[in-house]
């Protein structure tokens, strides 16, 4: 699998986020070299809190693969998931995580606490971290700066 590539594309999405004055987070769900579900940051634009890119992304490849089990799916984020996605990420059952920078402020896989891998819950999840860290990291901090410029 080609982690870079499919980086990429969460950056895409990213990139979508940040157009529409969004926190710039993209996602994307891969399974068997197909991206089946994308998501990004949407929480002002629908008025929901839960409406993250990592949750949208696995909500529009569960409505794909008519299955809520994304056993096998790899999940691409281009921030550290926040608990509430961390969470979600285990109620999907998604097989790998795979995100680009932390967030050592909301980070619930490596910063902050660890969700996803903690063998209390029933499942976990694999995680490769670090992918595009810097191109990741480099459109958050574009982003806040840009809006500590207006305030």
């Known amino acids: 699998m080609d982690h870079e590539h499919f980086m990429r594309l969460a950056l895409e999405e990213a990139q979508k986020a ?9 996602a994307v769900v891969v399974l068997k070299g197909e991206v089946i ?3 990004h940051n949407l929480r002002e634009t629908l008025v929901d ?22 056993n096998e799916a790899v999940l691409y984020s281009t921030i550290e998931p926040c608990p509430m996605c ?10 790998t ?4 920078a932390r967030d050592p402020k909301a980070g619930a896989v490596d910063s902050l606490l660890d969700l996803v891998r903690d ?13 595009l860290a810097e191109e ?15 305030d």
């Open 49 to 70: 809190s839960t409406a993250h890119a990592e949750i949208l992304a696995m909500r529009e490849a569960a409505r794909r693969l008519g299955d809520w089990r994304l």
């Open 18 to 26: 940040y157009g529409r004055g969004e926190v710039p987070v993209g």
């Open 37 to 39: 579900g994308r998501g």
């Open 86 to 95: 961390a969470g979600a990420i285990v109620q999907f059952r998604v097989g």
């Open 97 to 100: 995580l795979v995100y680009g």
């Open 119 to 131: 063998p209390r819950f029933n499942h976990r999840v694999e995680v490769i971290s670090g992918v």
């Open 136 to 150: 990741c990291a480099q459109i958050m901090r574009r982003f806040f700066q840009e809006l500590r410029q207006r």
